[in-house]
């Protein structure tokens, strides 16, 4: 902050592209008090929030159908690594071409992208089992549904709640991606924008709104987490 401070007003970069943080807090205020910027505030964590949860419902399903059976994880894991790597944005023309530019585009871009952290991680929390945890399932003639609730989900739960929290963090990045691209409202498109009509401090109040969305989304879910696994502290 000191720094942005001393090279706004020393114009070590010209203000048109770096606000005083003044400037910057002034166009904050007056977003937020005219509505504008809160409206489309609350388009991007809502478009957020919709991606981030259908990613965990679709990520949980498809780690835990994978993760019960061997045979499954050993056909199905190398494709999933292959289709891993690929950025949200490379499925955007795929996307553009089913959905067209609209919410529902942006959407499953959202999906698409932040389902992968909770997809592997809850992979990798139920073939982490414990072996003799599937022979006492055995024993006791679990069926699948049964294992998955009562050994499989407690087991892969710190796996799940780690990848939802990276997911929350993908979630909030392809959403403004995809707001820019579609034309959507929201911060994305409000950054975009500003950006080109050299709105600077327009700019930098987007920028800080972003950061504080993902830090009180991460607080939130940190601690929901810490409330779903004290019964691993001592």
Not at 30 to 48: I, Y
Not at 64 to 82: D, H, N, T, V
Not at 159 to 180: N, Q, Y
Not at 212 to 228: D, K, S
Request: overall charge positive; aromatic content about 8%; hydrophobic content about 55%.
């Amino acid at each position: 902050m000191g720094l942005w401070w001393l090279a706004s007003h020393q114009q070590w970069v010209s203000k048109v592209f770096l606000p005083t943080p003044e400037a910057t807090l002034a166009s904050l205020r007056e977003g937020l008090a005219d509505g504008a910027l809160g409206e489309q505030t609350w388009q991007t964590v809502r478009r957020m929030v919709e991606g981030w949860l259908l990613a965990c419902v679709a990520g949980v399903l498809l780690g835990a159908l994978i993760g019960i059976s061997a045979a499954a994880r050993a056909w199905l894991q190398p494709m999933l690594e292959f289709v891993r790597p690929l950025p949200a944005s490379a499925i955007l023309p795929l996307a553009v071409a089913i959905f067209g530019l609209g919410p529902n585009m942006v959407l499953f871009v959202i999906a698409f992208g932040s389902m992968w952290p909770v997809l592997l991680a809850t992979l990798h929390g139920f073939a982490s089992v414990d072996p003799r945890l599937r022979e006492v399932a055995a024993a006791l003639q679990l069926g699948e549904g049964e294992f998955v609730r009562k050994v499989g989900l407690p087991n892969a739960m710190p796996d799940i709640l780690a990848g939802m929290r990276l997911s929350l963090t993908v979630s909030l990045i392809v959403a403004v991606v995809g707001e820019m691209i579609a034309s959507q409202p929201g911060l994305g498109q409000t950054i975009l924008l500003a950006a080109r009509s050299f709105r600077a401090a327009d700019l930098f109040a987007g920028i800080v709104i972003l950061g504080l969305v993902g830090f009180v989304a991460n607080a939130l879910l940190a601690g929901a987490e810490r409330r779903l696994l004290r019964w691993q502290r001592p």
